[in-house]
């Protein structure tokens, strides 16, 4: 009982003082849940008179549009649902540091991106914990560490530990590697009930394992954490489990195609040897053999990842109609997956289906609400479809989401100069 009161007057503790730093900040919800973000006042929630000069302004404005999501992925034998969060790394340090770099060039660090993933193999590896996983979830948490959200890059908190929405910034950890041993330590609260290695630096450690006794050591897999970990979570597992199969896919070099022509001569029936060829060859230029073998592989087995990759290939292509349809048999087999939703949209926008892209967008959202750019093309759908109060709604939207993304702010600043 001692353990239980000192660890709930900690907590009220942690919590007062972040409420007490972010109590005059002007901060909302822009769906009502568990997103909180920094209001941006510049942008009035109330939308204009849409008189005649500013629609016809509005219909010659030319907004900026994002390019498509160009990265293949690789397919996993392992169901999702199935992928431990105990057990060792299947990818090494270097690759989790390219698919960092890859996504974000300049992370907001206090120390090197090579010093912070050696960090989470030395803790996670003494923990038992898989360190590429654990990553993929700090990467995810953090948005690659362009942060955006209640915590703050100096506080060396790579996974929200006490940031539980309102602006609570959360924990502070007085270097990267503790802030890497905390969020491990998080982590193995779930998975295990073997106490941390380490001395507990996880300020919510005690909290799990006292109050939680449902949850104290009893998830053994990242799916487990939906709901959980993060609320309402659906697919926050999962999305995790993708990050590491992006992070895996082959580059492209001779060693990759040599390893893929390996598996398939040892499998010839495994769907997934394909895939991994397939995604090889596109990286190398061989478009031709791309398609041959993702082909080859969807004839194995249909999943969302081979269609997936066949509309990125036919979108290079410029096959835009055999992209889009490789992309709805992906989102027919698998509808939580946010690029499939993502690229159709753009495809969609480029051939002015604006009703189609704009349901694509509202769909990208609705599985991955913290996107600023997708609300603000889902605004400029509406204003082609002429539906202005939505238009308006959704570029507020975007203005909500904490994000310092330059495609939101150049077309608010167009949105704002045709209303003018």
Sequence with gaps: MLKLLKAITVMCMMLSIC????????????DGKTEFIERDSSFS????????????????????????????TIASKIP?????????????????????????????LTCTPEELVHYYYMEAEREGIRPDLALCQSYKETGFYNYGGDVRPHQNNYCGLGAVGGG??????PTPQIGA????????????????????????????????QDIFGNIATWM???????????????????????????????????????????????????????????????EKKAEKDLLASSALKETWEV?????????????????????????EISPTQEEVYYNRGLLYWKL?????????????????????????????????????????????????INTNNPLVEKNRLILEKCVQ
């Design 80 to 108: 999702p649902k199935d992928v431990k969060i105990m057990g060792k790394a299947e990818a090494t340090e270097a690759e989790m540091l390219a698919f960092l770099l890859k996504n974000n060039p300049n992370p907001k």
């Design 181 to 212: 041993r905390a969020h491990i330590q998080h982590i193995k609260v779930y998975a295990s009930k073997e106490a941390p290695t380490t001395e507990i630096v996880d300020p919510r450690y005690e909290l799990v394992k006292t109050v939680r």
């Design 19 to 30: 409420n007490a730093a972010s109590a005059n900040e002007n901060r909302t919800s822009y």
């Design 168 to 173: 609570s910034r959360g924990a502070t950890f």
């Design 45 to 72: 929630e109330k939308p204009p008179i849409f008189t005649d000069i500013i629609k016809k302004n509005l219909s010659r404005a030319k907004w900026v549009i994002g390019n498509f999501k160009e990265d293949m």
């Design 224 to 286: 487990g954490l939906n709901g959980r970990w993060a609320v309402p979570g659906t697919y926050y597992g999962q999305d995790i489990i993708k990050k590491l199969n992006y992070a895996l896919s082959p580059k492209g070099n001779e060693k990759n195609i040599a390893y893929g022509d390996n598996l398939i001569r040892t499998d010839p029936k495994d769907y997934t040897a394909y895939i991994y060829r397939g995604v090889a060859y596109f990286n190398n230029g061989n």
């Design 352 to 400: 002015k289906e604006y009703d189609k892209a704009e349901a694509d967008f509202a769909k990208t959202l609705s599985i991955n609400p913290h996107i600023a750019e997708i609300a603000t093309y889902k605004g400029i759908c509406e204003i082609n479809l002429k539906k202005y109060e939505e238009a308006w709604a959704d570029f507020y939207k975007a203005s909500q």
């Design 307 to 331: 269609y997936y990759n066949l509309g990125v290939l036919y979108t290079k292509q410029g096959e835009r109609r055999k992209a889009i349809n490789a992309y709805t048999k992906a989102a």
